[in-house]
Every structure is written in C-alpha cells, then in structure tokens.
T-cell receptor, first 120, second 113 residues
Framework: NAGVTQTPKFQVLKTGQSMTLQCAQD?????MSWYRQDPGMGLRLIHYSVGAGITDQGEVPNGYNVSRSTTEDFPLRLLSAAPSQTSVYFCASSYTFGNPLGQGSSYEQYFGPGTRLTVT | AQSVSQHNHHVILSEAASLELGCNYS??????LFWYVQYPGQHLQLLLKYFSGDPLVKGIKGFEAEFIKSKFSFNLRKPSVQWSDTAEYFC???????????FGTGTKLQVIP
C-alpha cells in the first residue's frame, strides 16, 4: 500500500491564482480530511468527508473547496490564493467509526507527507 | 464544540530526563483521545490512543498517557527521553461516535544530548 499520497510537495503561487492540491489513499478509508499547519496553531481542520459524495466544513473552510467523487481521492481547491493561505497542508484518512475494519487500528488517522504552499 | 489545550509550547530536556506533556480538553461527554508525533521534516504518526477501558495506555517507543476523566486531561509521559525523541507532539480529541478530530497547538520537545 502507498498509504496517503499528496502532490505537489512544494508550490509557490501568486496572489489571486488558483490551484488544486491532490490527495489520494489506497486503504479504502471512508473518512478523509484536510488540515493546515501553521506555527503555534497546531493543525486546523479545513474540510472533511465521510464518504464519496459527502463533504463538510471544518474550522477554517473559507477560501477552500473540496469534492469527493471517489473513495480514493479528495482534492483541495484554492479558489483565489491569498498570502494568509501560506501554510503546510496535510491530508489524512481513516476508517469511519463503526466500521469494524477500523477497530484494529482504533480508527487511527493516516497522514500524507504534506504540501508546503507559499503565496506571494 | 470540543477544544484541546496544550500548555507547554516548547520543552527542553536533557537525555535521560523524565517527560510529561500536558493535554486538557473541553467536552462533557465520551471522548476518544490521541497523541501524535511529528519528527522533523516528517508527517504525523500515531503514538497512542485511548478509546475505553484502562485509563493508562501505552504506546510506541516507551510513551504512555493517562486519561483522568475528572480533570479532562490526557497527559503524555516517558520515564527517560532520548535525543531521538526530539519532535513536535500533538494531542487530539474526538467526541465519542463522531469523526471530526480536534488537535491541540502542539508541544515542541528538544532533547539535548
């Protein structure tokens, strides 16, 4: 298993540009989520999904869109990049609570390697 | 909504010293609790978790944590740290039965040889 993969690893954008951060997992996890990590602020949840076709907002959703057309993929779109979106972005996945397949891992979240985004 | 507080932002210890990192959460019902670790340049990995049962849980690399429900705490401990424990540690909580995970702001641990 490749686990959770993210592309690109690094990206520099100009203010106002749009882009999509890719996230994919091959563990058949229903739950996927996007976080941003900023110094002194920990990880903040942007959006999450409990299955294909179902998404919801986290703590800091403004300026970001998501969709979940397949179980495997959960892309994060920046509509019009702003310097405040400079951050490291992590995608994570896990089994949803109640899925017996997740009991062995206690529904641990598996994280991707991250995307470091700079907006100038 | 639940929240998580990690009061120690930066901890510096010498090798072989004992470690205790504080984690407090605010949620009145059943919770699931986690500690994750992020080594320099790497992504987060699970150290240990508490779902139910024995409130003293043991994780990887000699770490343990104790869930004290009356204090809404889930402190992380290790009797003797090593230089390789230098990392950032995150406490996380989910309300029981719900999926959204809330992370604390993290504690950077620096172990001096």
């Amino acid at each position: 298993n490749a686990g959770v993969t993210q592309t690109p690893k690094f990206q520099v954008l100009k203010t106002g540009q749009s882009m999509t951060l890719q996230c994919a997992q091959d563990m058949n996890h229903e739950y996927m989520s996007w976080y941003r990590q900023d110094p002194g602020m920990g990880l903040r949840l942007i959006h999450y999904s409990v299955g294909a076709g179902i998404t919801d907002q986290g703590e800091v959703p403004n300026g970001y869109n998501v969709s979940r057309s397949t179980t495997e993929d959960f892309p994060l779109r920046l509509l019009s990049a702003a310097p405040s979106q400079t951050s490291v972005y992590f995608c994570a996945s896990s089994y949803t609570f109640g899925n017996p397949l997740g009991q062995g891992s206690s529904y641990e979240q598996y994280f991707g390697p991250g995307t470091r985004l700079t907006v100038t | 909504a639940q929240s998580v507080s990690q009061h120690n932002h930066h901890v510096i210890l010498s090798e072989a010293a004992s470690l205790e990192l504080g984690c407090n959460y605010s949620y009145g019902g059943t919770v699931n609790l986690f500690w994750y670790v992020q080594y320099p340049g790497q992504h987060l990995q699970l150290l240990l978790k508490y779902f139910s049962g024995d409130p003293l849980v043991k994780g990887i690399k000699g770490f343990e944590a104790e869930f004290i429900k009356s204090k809404f705490s889930f402190n992380l401990r290790k009797p003797s740290v090593q230089w390789s424990d230098t990392a950032e540690y995150f406490c996380a909580v989910t309300p029981g039965g719900y999926q959204k995970v809330t992370f604390g702001t993290g504690t950077k641990l620096q172990v001096i040889p």
